[in-house]
């Protein structure tokens, strides 16, 4: 079974700090991983990486995948407190269209 | 861009009535929408994909007659929660596939949050 983990859950920092947050996961025929920010709603999209080593950036925001080893990280640098929400990290596995979400990381950053 | 719309936003209903929400790609086409499912706290369950022209695939535990799905074109997927009960109250969130050169990306509606008395 196709599975995703995340963590920390739960992260709690000060403003301007440095976070890291991970994702673990085991799919059959991997196709791409992608994060994702939920505030109040929905999800919105942030990063999808379908090669081992290549980082993807945006602004503050950057996100390197390992196919070998079944993890990513996202990175978030000088954090400010609209940073606060929490990061999906979902796998979709070639053929099946779906996405499978990891828990989710749950970031607070205090001022 | 990709934008997806939701209708309604929020949906207050009494227990026992059907509710409809509604999912919009409005720039783009999608063949391919998806219907979740949040708990508080929780991630995204997937309840089911839907495939334009075709039936919904269904995950396993969700009943099919109760949410009844129907993509009738490349921009709209409806979910109609049939004879609501208090426990079908949840905060409901379509995507939408967008296919792009040799790689697909999901974009999700704002969400519909149900509400059953």
């Known amino acids: 079974e196709d599975k995703v983990v995340q963590s920390p859950l739960s992260l709690v920092v000060h403003e301007g700090d440095t976070v890291t947050l991970n994702c673990s996961y085991e799919?059959?025929?991997?196709?791409?991983l992608l994060w994702y920010k939920q505030e109040k709603k929905a999800p919105t999209f942030l990063f999808m990486l379908?090669?081992?080593?290549i980082e993807k950036k945006s602004g503050r925001l950057s996100s390197i995948l390992d196919k070998k080893e079944l993890f990513s990280i996202l990175n978030i640098t000088a954090t400010q407190t609209g940073d606060s929400a929490v990061y999906l990290c979902?796998?979709?596995?070639?053929?099946?269209?779906?996405?499978?979400f990891g828990q989710g990381t749950r970031l607070t950053i205090n001022p | 861009g990709a934008v997806v719309s939701q209708h309604p936003s929020w949906v207050i209903c009494k227990s026992g009535t059907s509710v409809k929400i509604e999912c919009r790609s409005l720039?783009?086409?999608?063949?391919?929408m998806f219907w979740y499912r949040q708990f508080p706290k929780q991630s995204l369950m997937l309840m089911a994909t839907?495939?334009?022209?075709?039936?919904?695939?269904?995950e396993q535990g969700v009943e099919k007659d109760k949410f009844l799905i129907n993509h009738a074109s490349l921009t709209l997927s409806t979910l109609t929660v049939t004879s609501a009960h208090p426990e079908d109250s949840s905060f409901y969130i379509c995507?939408?596939?967008?296919?792009?050169?040799?790689?697909?990306?999901?974009?999700f509606g704002p969400g519909t949050r149900l509400t059953v008395l």
């Open positions: 995507s939408a596939r967008k296919q792009g050169w040799g790689t697909d990306t999901q974009y």
């Open positions: 839907s495939n334009e022209g075709s039936k919904a695939t269904y």
């Open positions: 979902a796998v979709e596995a070639s053929g099946a269209q779906k996405l499978v």
């Open positions: 379908t090669s081992s080593g």
């Open positions: 799919v059959t025929n991997f196709r791409s």
């Open positions: 720039d783009f086409q999608a063949t391919t």
